[in-house]
């Protein structure tokens, strides 16, 4: 309910500020478990692909967003609610991998599910290398992975504002990525050269610059 009401509010308001460049739709399966694996310029891009997306995109978010008291608690809660986020607890000891489980149990209900190899936003507007456990996800659920490109939500908000401001945008999904390549292959090298493929389509779709290293996660919180 929250959703539904949440994508009727929010989807013609966001269409008519920005008017987004939207390509590639058809590459998002219409039904069964999915990863939509994207470049990560903003905070507004978990957004900005539940928007653009045909269906239901789910993403993490911590699960303070959930706790708050009062009316403004109730409103976060709702609106969080509204966009298909899920409350995770990013501060246990076991964060990264109750934040996998928490994914896993997403897909094999028959969602999507929306992660940032990377980690964390990119600073510096560079592609980094991209951690492992969106393979993990891909092989453990045997489910594809469409990689996303995003250009422009960084100048909707970028690090340190307030509020969001208009800008050029544009969300390129890309042709989904099987598991079937990988079967039989050492588990470890599975995961990485699955990842490092994701990454590469991303590029392709973001036009971004590659760096070979990963990026830092700030504030100790899991890098998925």
Not at 71 to 98: C, D, I, W, Y
């Amino acid at each position: 309910m929250f959703y539904s009401l949440g994508r009727n509010l929010l989807y013609p308001l966001s269409h008519a500020l920005y008017r987004p460049t939207i390509e590639g739709k058809e590459n998002i399966p219409r039904e069964g478990g999915v990863i939509v694996a994207s470049n990560h310029r903003s905070f507004i891009d978990s957004f900005a692909i539940p928007l653009a997306s045909p269906r239901q995109v789910r993403f993490l978010a911590k699960e303070e967003y959930w706790t708050g008291a009062g009316v403004g608690g109730l409103l976060r809660k709702g609106f969080f609610s509204a966009v298909g986020m899920v409350p995770v607890n990013r501060h246990s000891a076991t964060a990264a991998q109750e934040s996998l489980d928490t994914a896993l149990e997403v897909l094999r209900a028959g969602d999507a599910f929306g992660i940032y190899p990377e980690g964390t936003r990119s600073r510096d507007g560079r592609l980094y290398r991209g951690r492992t456990g969106v393979a993990w996800l891909a092989l453990t659920a045997q489910v594809p992975i469409v990689p996303v490109g995003l250009i422009g939500t960084e100048d909707i908000q970028p690090v340190g504002a307030r509020f969001p401001r208009l800008a050029k945008v544009t969300v390129r999904f890309g042709t989904p990525i099987g598991v079937e390549d990988y079967a039989g292959m050492p588990a470890g090298k599975a995961r990485r050269q699955l990842t490092d493929r994701v990454m590469e389509a991303i590029a392709e779709l973001s036009g971004q610059e590659r760096v070979d290293t990963y990026n830092e996660v700030p504030g100790g919180e899991p890098a998925v």
